[in-house]
T-cell receptor, first 112, second 113 residues
């Protein structure tokens, strides 16, 4: 049982490049989330999903897109990376009901 | 909109001393409350959670937290800090709709020998 995994762990992009971050969970959780973590700001919600085939915007969605074609995977896309998207990205999942979220190890992204 | 305030950005305590990290939240209904810990370069680990019932909750690594509705607080405590407790601590409130978390900005704990 690997829990929540994220690919890649590190990435450096040039401004304007695109990339996709992959989050996978093997716990059959319904809910999945993408957060970004910036110094002094805690974690902020980018997008989330309440089930396969559904996605919704969080607090800071601009510049990002997501897809959840399979229940176990939640993809975060950057179509045209900007330096303001330099951050650490965390994926999380949780089952239905009042339960905690389980976090992945994070992806450190630098946009130059 | 819900929010979480952690007033202390950085705290230094001596090993063996007691610890209290403050957390205040703003939420219109009964909140789901959490404390997570993050070691440098690592992900987030759940320390403890409050959903309902007993307002004093016990967590892992000897931590506890008390939910005080009248003060909108959920402070984290530990009676005797160990050097391995040095990390960043995040308080979070969960909403009952999206089930997403709103995090505080974190408190970095340094432990002196």
């Amino acid at each position: 049982n690997a829990g929540v995994t994220q690919t890649p762990k590190f990435r450096v992009l040039k401004t304007g490049q695109s990339m996709t971050l992959l989050c996978a969970q093997d716990m059959n959780h319904e809910y999945m989330y993408w957060y970004r973590q910036d110094p002094g700001m805690g974690l902020r919600l980018i997008h989330y999903s309440v089930g396969e085939g559904t996605t919704a915007k969080g607090e800071v969605p601009d510049g990002y897109n997501v897809s959840r074609l399979k229940k176990q995977n939640f993809l975060l896309g950057l179509e045209s990376a900007a330096p303001s998207q330099t951050s650490v990205y965390f994926c999380a999942s949780r089952p239905q009901g009042p339960r905690e979220q389980y976090f992945g190890p994070g992806t450190r992204l630098t946009v130059t | 909109a819900q929010s979480v305030t952690q007033p202390d950005i950085h705290i230094t305590v001596s090993e063996g001393a007691s610890l209290e990290l403050r957390c205040n939240y703003s939420y219109g209904a009964t909140p789901y409350l959490f404390w997570y810990v993050q070691s440098p370069g690592q992900g987030l680990q759940l320390l403890l959670k409050y959903f309902s019932g007993d307002t004093l909750v016990q967590g892992i690594k000897g931590f506890e937290a008390e939910f005080k509705r009248s003060q909108s607080s959920f402070n984290l405590r530990k009676p005797s800090v160990h050097w391995s407790d040095a990390a960043e601590y995040f308080c979070a409130v969960g909403d009952t709709g999206r089930r997403a978390l709103t995090f505080g900005s974190g408190t970095r704990l340094q432990v002196q020998p």
